[in-house]
């Protein structure tokens, strides 16, 4: 089947390109065909210049635009247009016009949907997205359809009992983000400023902390952040797991710990304000605070039994 390279995929393969993978152990990575890969390659690639995730994201949107515009009935006819948008009323439907018009009901619907979205309030349903009935929501592609399931995770990991068990994920600011580390057992926190919410920096900052936390395990959400999710195990030798879609509360230390951050640095705040000094200053606080649920210990304490915050 013809697969479209979504932008988190051509994030992934560009470094996965940068890293020297060759087009089919890319496309084995990603989880999609190598002839969807060279296709992308072939179109979206600037002649001379290496795979760039974003001007390859330019050109496939700028080609398919010109390409249905030229092929759009409606766009291309304005009286139609016009007898469209007079007969349209949330009791007269699109498939009624399509009929009298002699075109596709669909055709209505994408010519409201991409160039004419103020008419939505006129359709029978004002807009919300239809779904024939019986019909299911498409399986979603990409990198996460291979991931290891949080069900797989250790027992240790599950019940606390070991420290070592990590929850990661990205506090994102306007331009710059923080990648967030908390160890499951101690609360533990690592918190590192990237340049930006990409795969790269992540997997940077993961492989670099791995000698000072030792992690196990690491268990993330299914941002694009994480992509690279085989890479990083290689290179720091513990499994990684994946929480369920859109399930925050399977991170719930991670999201608990993030919500202390954000006390200080609140939704919108801009960490290109700030250094990395500045962020340790915060965490050396954070993992020296004595703790409730540590039974009056601080994280620091239960994680190594020493400081290990500078």
């Not at 330019?58 to 009286?79: H, M, Q, V, W, Y």
């Not at 990661?168 to 983000?177: H, M």
């Not at 006390?263 to 304000?273: A, E, L, N, Q, S």
């Amino acid at each position: 089947m013809y697969h479209h390279i979504t932008q988190e995929e051509r994030a992934a393969l560009a470094a996965l390109l940068h890293a020297g993978y060759s087009q089919r152990k890319a496309a084995e990575e990603l989880g999609i065909a190598q002839s969807s890969i060279s296709r992308e390659l072939d179109r979206n690639c600037r002649e001379g210049k290496p795979y760039h995730a974003t001007s390859a994201g330019f050109l496939a949107r700028t080609r398919r635009a010109g390409s249905r515009l030229a092929s759009r009935k409606i766009e291309n006819d304005p009286a139609l247009g016009k007898r469209i948008e007079k007969r349209l009323h949330p009791l007269v439907s699109p498939e009624v016009i399509a009929h009298d018009e002699h075109i596709s009901h669909e055709t209505i619907y994408q010519w409201i949907y991409h160039t004419r979205p103020d008419l939505k309030m006129k359709l029978p349903q004002r807009g919300k997205k239809r779904r024939h009935y019986g019909s299911k929501r498409g399986k979603k592609q990409g990198w996460t359809q291979d991931v290891r399931s949080i069900r797989e995770r250790p027992t240790a990991a599950n019940e606390r009992t070991r420290v070592g068990h990590f929850e990661g994920d990205t506090v994102r600011g306007p331009t710059s983000a923080l990648l967030t580390l908390t160890d499951r057992t101690s609360r533990f926190e690592e918190a590192v400023k990237i340049p930006y919410e990409g795969c790269d920096p992540v997997r940077d900052v993961i492989s670099r902390r791995q000698q000072k936390l030792q992690a196990r395990t690491y268990t993330f959400d299914r941002g694009s952040a994480f992509s690279l999710w085989r890479m990083i195990e290689c290179d720091v030798g513990a499994k990684i797991y994946f929480a369920d879609p859109h399930a925050p509360w399977q991170r719930g230390t991670n999201e608990n710990t993030n919500g202390r951050l954000r006390r200080v640095f609140p939704k919108g705040f801009d960490f290109d304000t700030i250094t990395q000094r500045d962020i340790d200053r915060v965490l050396y606080l954070m993992n020296h605070t004595k703790r409730k649920c540590l039974n009056w210990r601080t994280p620091c304490e239960v994680f190594r039994g020493r400081c290990t915050s500078s």
